[in-house]
Structures are given as structure tokens and as C-alpha cells.
């Protein structure tokens, strides 16, 4: 991302914000950035730093051409460190290694910034240390810290940060990227619908288990519409084999979901919302099975099995009462 303006489609009241502040040059010496998983965390803090230190600024926006740009982009540059976990954690030593850096005079200017990713990852050893840093803020020093669960986060740490809170990415935006990432379009609606994190929608396409998940739910699709004898049997043989604890099983019960909401986009001629794109001729087949009341009432029943599976009543009573809706 080179510009806040690239930035502003994804997260734009977090960007208007960051802007208004670089403008009127009233920047906080501490940011708490946080949000989902590709929500664009990095991004903005990366950008963030840039902004920061180009000396050739246009607006709000850096350069990209100054040497402060280039090495910031190249990760080179020595007044903007950035940290990560060393394994599973962020470690006392690492914050006190970074403390002992900014003792320093810097190379180009006082002017300092740090980033730490994962924040919530911090031992408490290395979160209290921090705390002591962020109580002592030098002017030309900037803290980001970006993380996707800031209830982990001290609240003393929180107080002592300007928090940038991200929205979750809309389905529309989360398709898009997934088909700059070359996951096929029909997949890409179907991934986007299902989950708002980036990472976890990415994951989706080379997740073995779901792509069965999926052709499980068309074959039981099928089984209702020509086979209803061996329903029951399909539910307990096939569907709660794969569909083995609570997550996946709710899972399951979210692609029926979408099932039959495109059911009813069909019945009232909305095809262009459709999510299982790649299955519309068997989508049609169902459209003459199953009546837009049918498809209200089924619904209907899947949410109230949502319910259940939450509250663990049995998974399988839970799928053969649903099967047995599904046939009326």
C-alpha cells in the first residue's frame, strides 16, 4: 500500500482518523492498533511510520521515492525497529534490547518509532517493561502496536495509547482480495460469506476438510430431493462422521444456511446474490422442490439447530430432527 487512499476502502474511518491527525500534525506518541486478521493491522502501521518520517510529504501521504521511504520499505531503516514473537511469545529480552536502541542518538534525527506485532503475544515480564517505556515518552518517539485480541493487552498499556480500532472486513472487500489472491470467484463468494477474517477465508481454499464439507452438503441436498429414504442413514453414516465436534458441525449448518438463502434469492429472482454460483443448475432443481414458504420455514429450523448444537444438545438428534423439516 503506498497511500492512505489505497488504504481507505478497507478500514476507511481508521484511516480518515490517522489522516486528520498526520494533516494537523497532532500525533499521539502511542498507537494500539487492532482488528481481525487481514483486517490491515500491518499495513497501517507500516504506512503509519512512513508517514512519520518522510521528510517529503505530500499531504498526509509519504513520497515513496526519499531514502526514509525506501529503507523503511526495504525493512532497513535504523530509527524504525520492528518486533516480533520469538517462537510463541515477545520477550522481556526483546523489549529490553529494544529499550537499549533507543538510548541512542538516532542516525538521521531524534526521531524514533517501534512496531510490535501480535502485541497480546507479550510475556508479562516483557508487558510490564513496555509499560515502564510507554510511561516515559519521549516526543520524537512513536510506539504501534497492532494485535487482534487487545483484551489481552494490559488496561495500563491501553491508557497510555491513542486506540485505532479496525472493522471487520465486509464480505465484498474480503472477495475482492481473495481473487487478487487468484482464488477462483465463485469460491471467493462463498469464502467471503462464511467468515470475516482474511486469513481464515484464505485458509479455506486449501483446506481439504471443508472442500469435502462442501460436497457433503450437496450430496445431502440431492438425497432429499430424490433419495428421502436414505436420509437418515446419509446424517448418520456420512454427515456425522466428517462433521465430528461442535465447530464443524456448526459449519455444516452454515453452508445449509446459504443453501437455502440462495433458494430463496431464486424464488424472487435475485440470482445476482446468489453465493453458491457454482451450483445453480442444482439450485433450479430445488427451486421446484422446496416452495419459498418451504424454504422460509427450513431456515427457520437450521437456526433454532444453531441454537441447540450451541447449547450441546445431542449433534446427531439435533441433524436427524433437521433432516426430518428438510422432508416436509
Known sequence: MKSWTDLAYKQPVAVEMLKQMLIRNRTAHAYLIHGDSGAGKEEIGHL??????????VGENPCEKCKDCLRINSGNHPDVHWIKPDGSSIKKEQIAHLQKEFTYTGLESNQKAYLIS??????????????KFLEEPNRQTTAILMTENSQNILDTIKSRCQVIALKPLSPLIIQQELE??????????LFAVLTNNLEAAKALDQDEWFAQARKLVVQL????????????????????????????????LDLLMYWFKDLIYLHIDQQAAIVFRAYLSELEKGRWVWSRKDTTEILY????????IAQNVHPTLVMEQLTLQMQR
Open 180 to 189: 487478487a489472491s487468484d482464488v477462483i470467484a465463485d469460491n471467493a463468494r
Open 118 to 131: 501480535q502485541a497480546d503475544q507479550m510475556t508479562m515480564n516483557a508487558a510490564n517493561r513496555l509499560l
Open 301 to 308: 429450523a437450521i437456526m433454532e439447530a444453531k441454537r441447540h
Open 48 to 57: 503509519l511510520a512512513k508517514s512519520l518520517f518522510c521528510k517529503e510529504r
Open 221 to 252: 441436498i440431492s438425497t432429499l430431493q430424490t433419495k428421502q429414504d436414505e436420509t437418515l442413514w446419509f446424517i448418520q453414516k456420512q454427515w456425522m462422521d466428517h462433521f465430528s465436534n461442535r465447530d464443524q458441525l456448526e459449519m455444516g
